[in-house]
């Protein structure tokens, strides 16, 4: 797999994707925000180009459109929303892309808690993912705990990112493209199996969020800095 | 309740048990190390004070004996022996006595990987022990992450300490405990629900030692200081 030339962030105009967006396209990198609706993936673009400045490659356009013109996907929608999506985006996945999933299956989805995860058959949001791409395609669970909040202010994210993937390669490129964000470590946390705990770790900082008024985020402690270095 | 003058750690002589017993009978805590085998929870506790010193104040005792002597109770055991142990306990736990709970539900427990957690019922082994201790006895889910190195070494505990119950002043109890270990910084995680949560946590930290060879915890960014003061 190449180095990926775009990123499309699918419903990238809810607040994760936004932050995500955001912090990529100050990073430099190609972005597509992609949206059920062009025109509102379009004025999440606008206004990220807006706050970045005119240096950001930053675009807006439907989902499927983005997702076509890209090899990077990045999935920050609703888990209510998780499964269709991917299945009207199969067809238009590209050979050699792959995808990262920062879907969280928050019992709100259907009308619970945030602060409750969802049961999901597969294990986790991005097992299910990897169910509903196309053969071939890898998955990857990541950036689940960077909360939105964080990636939309100024300044480091104090958050580390726990990638998992059962693809070596694509577990690496989602490290390099997670240190591109300010203030983030990247560690590799094994296989996509482990993606349920970091999607219940964002339940937990949520209830934290709410329970003591701040924007929580995680660092894990004791490795050694070869764990956060990339090959 | 009032604040418990002696607190057993039961299976004390495990890794994870031995560590908290140190750590609190450093803070000048009464410890009682519990053990199916009196003798090895003499030994454990011999081998305290001899790192402590004198003024240590610890001794071991067979569980049942421990859990009668106290009033603190905390749970340090494998998982494959968590409910029979607590079914054991119940005619000794004094009333108005709590129980803190550090099991995790490891997959190890019945031969399978300590990676990975094993479903349980009531959602957590914490949950498990709610459902087995007398009625009225408050239980809280805490100490999971701060693994059995970190707790064991020199110097100070690099982890914070969620702690979750559904009782507020057991809660209290147990974060003013986790606080006597110097490093950690004890955080109110809301109900015992959220157990579930820690217990997963700790299989991925067990992962993570595993792949980047280290003795991982977890620190929450991003709280107020207030979050981590007790009332």
Redesign the interface.
């Known amino acids: 797999m190449s180095t990926p030339q775009a990123i499309a962030v699918l419903g990238g105009t809810g607040p994760e994707g936004f932050g995500l967006a955001l912090r990529w396209a100050q990073a430099g990198e190609i972005v597509i925000i992609g949206s059920r609706d062009a025109k509102r993936a379009q004025d999440a673009a606008e206004k990220i180009k807006q706050r970045v400045g005119a240096s950001a490659v930053i675009s807006g356009e439907e989902n499927l459109i983005a997702c076509a013109a890209a090899e990077l996907l990045v999935l920050t929608i609703p888990f209510e929303g998780h499964a269709d999506l991917l299945k009207q985006l199969k067809p238009a996945i590209r050979p050699g892309s792959m995808v990262i999933d920062a879907t969280v299956p928050l019992a709100a989805s259907v009308g619970g808690r945030a ?2 995860t969802l049961g999901v058959w597969q294990g986790s949001a991005a097992q299910q993912t990897a169910e509903l791409v196309p053969k071939g395609i890898p998955v990857v669970a990541a950036f689940q705990n960077a ?1 939105a909040e ?1 990636l939309n202010a100024e300044g480091p994210v ?2 580390d990112v ?1 990638v998992c993937s059962d693809d070596p390669g694509a577990s690496q490129i989602a490290r390099a493209l997670a240190t591109k964000i300010p203030g983030v470590r990247a ?4 296989k996509l ?2 993606a ?3 999607e ?2 964002t ?3 949520i ?2 969020n709410i ?14 800095d ?2 956060y270095k990339l090959a």
Chains 1, 2 share one sequence.
């Open positions: 602060t409750r909360g964080l104090e958050c726990i560690i590799d946390g094994g199996e482990n349920r705990i970091l219940q770790i339940a937990l900082l209830g934290l329970r003591h008024k701040g924007h929580s985020g995680i660092r894990i402690t004791g490795l050694p070869a764990a």
